[in-house]
C-alpha cells in the first residue's frame, strides 16, 4: 500500500534551519511528482513547494529563497530544507502524492518557530 512518513519536524527559534524528509513506498516513486504542503492551526492546508519526476522544483512565493525541495529516487524520499524560519512557518507538514486518481498523504511532522 502507499505509504508516506514525514520526519525532521521540531522546536526553532525565528531565524533557524530545519530539514524534513519524507520517506515514500507501496509506489513506483521515481514517476510521480511530490509535494510539501503544510497547515497551521485554525487554517486551511497550503501547498508550499512541489517536485518533478526530474527534479525540477517550484515554490510558493514566500518559500523562495529560503526552502529548497529535492527527491533522491534511488532512496525513495523527497526533503524539504528550511532556512530563514519565521514564526509564521509554524504548521504542521506534510508530504503528498497523486496517484490512482486520489491525493496520498503523510501523518505529518510539527514545526515550531519561537520569536
Known amino acids: 500500500q502507499v505509504q508516506l512518513v514525514e520526519s525532521g519536524g521540531g522546536l526553532v527559534q525565528a531565524g533557524g534551519s530545519l530539514r524534513l524528509s519524507c520517506a515514500a513506498s507501496?509506489?513506483?516513486?521515481?514517476?510521480?511528482?511530490m509535494d510539501w504542503v503544510r497547515q497551521a492551526p485554525g487554517k486551511l492546508r497550503e501547498w508550499v513547494a512541489g517536485?518533478?519526476?526530474?527534479?525540477?522544483?517550484m515554490y510558493v512565493d514566500y518559500a523562495k529563497g529560503r526552502f529548497t525541495i529535492s527527491r533522491d529516487n534511488a532512496k525513495n524520499m523527497t526533503y524539504l530544507q528550511m532556512n530563514s524560519l519565521k514564526p509564521e512557518d509554524t504548521a504542521v507538514y506534510y508530504c503528498?502524492?497523486?496517484?490512482?486518481?486520489?491525493?496520498?498523504w503523510g501523518q505529518g511532522t510539527q514545526v515550531t518557530v519561537s520569536s
Open positions: 503528498k502524492t497523486y496517484l490512482n486518481g486520489r491525493d496520498y
Open positions: 507501496g509506489f513506483i516513486f521515481s514517476d510521480y511528482y
Open positions: 517536485i518533478t519526476r526530474g527534479g525540477a522544483p
